[in-house]
């Protein structure tokens, strides 16, 4: 089984200046992780040109630390879908997974908005509920959290798409215990 870790960063506000149904991805960040780990298969990073609300709010700015410039030079959504399709045909026997149900719904809104094909099945495991469960927790937490709860730090950038996959894979051994 190997186990697509996704996160998506979107264009967002504070202040309602982007409507929810009017989010946009503009990063794609996965792992594949093979079983519960630590064996990673490959991973899959993009930035991706917004087309409804093209320049970030500062929210935007100082939530996901990624620069205007990424995105202006970056491809559509389309074409960004298309390659990210292609990685995740490349694994066999693979499911979907993400910390919530949030990225789900974010990918399913931008394939719509596109009249592009979902590149999932319809199966998807919320890792963030997953590792509640699996620790005894009577409430989910974030991210940083449950690094900090399993003795890890968190790597990287906090919410930039490739980091957050990366942080959740390193939790595959109290997510996806066999």
Request: aromatic share 12%.
């Amino acid at each position: 089984m190997t186990y697509l870790i996704v996160d998506f960063e979107a264009t967002c506000s504070d202040t309602g200046q982007v409507a929810r149904e009017e989010m946009e991805i503009i990063e794609i960040g996965a792992v594949a992780l093979w079983g519960n780990g630590p064996d990673i298969r490959g991973e899959f990073q993009s930035f991706v040109r917004p087309v409804r609300n093209p320049m970030f709010t500062d929210f935007c700015k100082r939530l996901t630390k990624i620069p205007q410039r990424k995105v202006d030079s970056a491809e559509p959504f389309p074409i960004v879908l298309e390659k990210f399709s292609a990685w995740i045909e490349s694994f066999d026997d693979s499911t979907f997974c993400s910390w919530g149900d949030y990225d789900k719904y974010q990918l399913q809104q931008d394939c719509l908005f596109h009249d592009a094909a979902y590149p999932f099945g319809p199966n998807h495991i919320n890792i963030k509920m997953r590792f509640a469960d699996n620790v005894g927790l009577k409430k989910a937490c974030g991210l940083e959290q449950a690094l900090r709860r399993v003795g890890l730090s968190f790597q990287g950038t906090p919410h930039r798409g490739i980091d957050d996959a990366r942080n959740m894979a390193s939790l595959a051994p109290y997510v996806f215990v066999q």
